[in-house]
């Protein structure tokens, strides 16, 4: 079974950290590019960060720049994203999501039609 298992979220006090994982089974990570996004209560989902299967190279929205950190395990079959100094605008459920496409340098939150979705987790940044 194809699938994404993301961990990782919870409930922060404002410049806190979370660092949440999404981790593949039945498929293998290294031949995708990986996506986190995140949606808001009515709100739409916006991207925030990319990872290039081709070379690695990242990229972020301007919303988290300097935050937030993408990284791969390959042997791990697992993708990360560091967040730090979060925010209370920071609140949404995160979900990864792979990419056909080899690299970063489209729009953050460009989506694959025929991507993998993890299930989301929940991050709140509240005092």
């Known amino acids: 079974q194809v699938q994404f298992v993301e961990s990782g979220g919870g409930l922060v006090q404002p410049g806190g950290s979370l660092r949440l994982s999404c981790a593949a089974s039945?498929?293998?990570?290294?031949?995708?590019?990986i996506r986190w996004y995140r949606q808001a209560p009515g709100k739409e989902r916006e991207g925030v960060s990319c990872?290039?299967?081709?070379?690695?190279?990242?990229a972020y929205a301007d919303a988290v720049k300097g935050r937030f950190t993408i990284s791969r395990d390959n042997a791990k079959n697992t993708v990360y994203l560091q967040m730090n100094n979060l925010k209370p605008e920071d609140t949404a459920v995160y979900y990864c999501?792979?990419?056909?496409?080899?690299?970063?340098?489209?729009?953050?939150?460009?989506?694959?039609?025929?991507?993998?979705w993890g299930q989301g987790t929940q991050v709140t940044v509240s005092s």
């Open positions: 999501a792979t990419d056909h496409y080899p690299s970063c340098d489209q729009s953050i939150s460009r989506s694959d039609p025929f991507a993998t």
């Open positions: 039945g498929f293998t990570l290294d031949y995708y590019s």
């Open positions: 990872i290039a299967n081709s070379d690695g190279t990242t």
